[in-house]
């Protein structure tokens, strides 16, 4: 493994090798295994893609008129070998430091420049830009896009995009320490601390100008870990959560089955939000070809009834249930030990009711919070209703499918979705977005709702131990 690191070291340009020391880089490496493939791509990244909150997560880097700029082009390469998706908008003084081409050959999409312009609108406009990011990094950010954006300015892409965004905004600030040092910038950065900005930075040290002190912009290093962090929620810490997702296959032979078209993407998405909000995250799967994600438990089944049997196994201490698999309402009477031939003319299958799983959990364990789902074609609201009272569940996820469904563009085995969620006395509607984001959605509502719940049906916690250096209730 040794020889891997020092081959991998030899290839770090020199000014990245002054910043990662080797040293810290070996001590880093040998301390944590390195996730498969992501260590070097093409022996050219020096970052170590341990950050698994960025795994698809969608940023737009805004990038200003700063000497700092090229260090914009190691934080996309990071960004995107941590496994996020990367746009840039760049200001037209950004595009006097580095060209937009470098930044679209690393990012992979061209670079969006113009408030005004009618082929970048059709492609992407300034809304969709800031509906599609999941947050949104100005690294740099100079002195003067500072104090554009806490006077609200509107007037360039960039601003726009952070004036009509509603997801987490960051600014590496990039500037001369007396710029920084000024009441002016000083008073733009409590201001935009006050509406909930985030400031990475700015570091100390050697500036381009030759001065020393604070003003320098955050390495992209440290930027990457300040974007994972913003993902980490820490709303579900110590918290163990069970997730059903994907299918149930109902066998009718040895070969044959009734299935779905569920592809499991809205409960696997919903294991990785969970691990983000600092869950222990249980997974029972059916069939499902999709990874495992991160710091998850998988255990795989393939019908109902193995559902039931493996998510009642692993109960003990779970605080919420998330029953997000399809799982089929019906299963063959009885299971054929050989395969059925077709001499038949007309061959009729008898089935019966599979076990309901979260039924089950919630009449077992009523102080489990419990979580369901709901697809319907019709009567969203009385459906999901009626399903919160039938099942005694905490809260349902409710969806249309089929034909009568407005455009969603949601449904099996899509990437998007739309959600609206009700519980005893509310409800809350989340509209389109990627699965990836319903999930972080859903899951902090679960986390708020959990929180809320009625003192009785709280569970008694009363042994806390240390695992992996995090308190947790048992
Ligand atoms: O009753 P219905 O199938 O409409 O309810 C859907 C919800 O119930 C989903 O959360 C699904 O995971 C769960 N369910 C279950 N066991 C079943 C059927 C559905 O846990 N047999």
Known sequence: MNSLFVLFAAVIPGAAAERWPLRAILARAVASPVRGGQLARGGFCYYRADMQSLTNKRILVGVTGSIAAYKAAELIRGLRDAGAEVRVAMTRGASEF???MTLQALSGHP???KLLDTQAEAGMSHIELSRWADCVLVAPASADFIARLAQGRADDLLSAVCLARDVPLALAPAM???MWADAATEKNVRTLQQRGVLMFGPAAGEQACG???PG??????????RVAEVFETGLLAGKTVLITAGPTREAVDPVRYIGNRSSGKMGYALCAAAVEAGARVILVSGPSTLATPERVERIDV???????AAVLEHMDGVDIFIGAAAVADYRPRQSERHKIKKDQAHLTLELERTPDILATVKSRRPRVFCVGFAAETANLDAHARRKLEDKGIDMVAANWVGPAA?????????????LRLYWADGELDLPVASKDRLARQLVASIAQRYERRPPGRRQHHNIVELRGGTPRKT
């Open 211 to 213: 001065e020393v002190g």
């Open 406 to 418: 407005p455009d969603t563009g949601g449904g099996f085995d899509s990437d998007t979705n739309a």
């Open 176 to 178: 001369n320490r007396q």
């Open 98 to 100: 580095i060209t937009p």
């Open 302 to 308: 393939e019908s109902a009834e193995q559902m039931l």
């Open 216 to 225: 320098r912009m955050e390495e992209p290093a440290e930027l990457m870990r």
């Open 111 to 113: 670079v969006h420049q």
